[in-house]
């Protein structure tokens, strides 16, 4: 059977993975994907507090109680309204891509970690934490942009490196 515009009507299975997809997309999660970019909020408001800190050293404490979140985590912890679809999505993305994102976010969270840890020092000058936020932010942008990309699907690359062989290259190693 086909409908006047040539067209076959969808099987069950189709509807199912077309219904998804719509809630998906509802949720704010890419439907390709299976991820959602609400995720990296966390890494960004992380930058931004660092852009803060050259202007307003009041934030340091702010950024110094930044802590790590793994993706469930976030959720988990979130008041996202579709918090449990966007777990069980990241549960059954592509596995390839999720490590992908995975590796990005430990990484992110190596640089923030290592940032954090080099500004708690009370005696650190202004000038010195300006610095180190300046260094953490130019680091920590394009890895925001690739988990972006990686997450809306705009990315083909599923095999991402290593922390290790990233902050490596961070550092010019």
Do not use: C
Not at 57 to 75: G, I, N, T
Request: negative net charge.
């Amino acid at each position: 059977m086909k409908y006047q515009d040539g067209t076959a009507p969808l099987q069950a299975s189709e509807w199912a993975l077309d219904a998804e997809k719509s809630v998906l997309a509802d949720a704010h999660i890419n439907p390709d994907t299976g991820l959602a970019t609400d995720y990296l909020n966390r890494f960004s408001e992380a930058v931004m507090l660092l852009d803060m800190l050259s202007s307003a050293p009041e934030f340091r404490p702010d950024f110094l109680a930044w802590e790590p979140m793994s993706y469930r985590e976030h959720f988990r912890l979130s008041h996202f309204k579709t918090r449990d679809v966007a777990i069980a999505a990241y549960d059954r993305a592509d596995p390839d891509i999720r490590n992908g994102l995975d590796t990005l976010a430990v990484t992110m969270t190596i640089v923030l970690e290592a940032t954090r840890a080099a500004m708690e020092d009370a005696d650190r000058r202004p000038e010195t934490i300006a610095a180190l936020a300046g260094n953490a932010i130019d680091w920590l942008k394009p890895l925001i942009a690739r988990a972006g990309a990686l997450i809306n699907g705009e990315s083909n690359e599923k095999n991402t490196l290593t922390p290790q062989e990233l902050v490596d290259r961070l550092m010019k190693r």
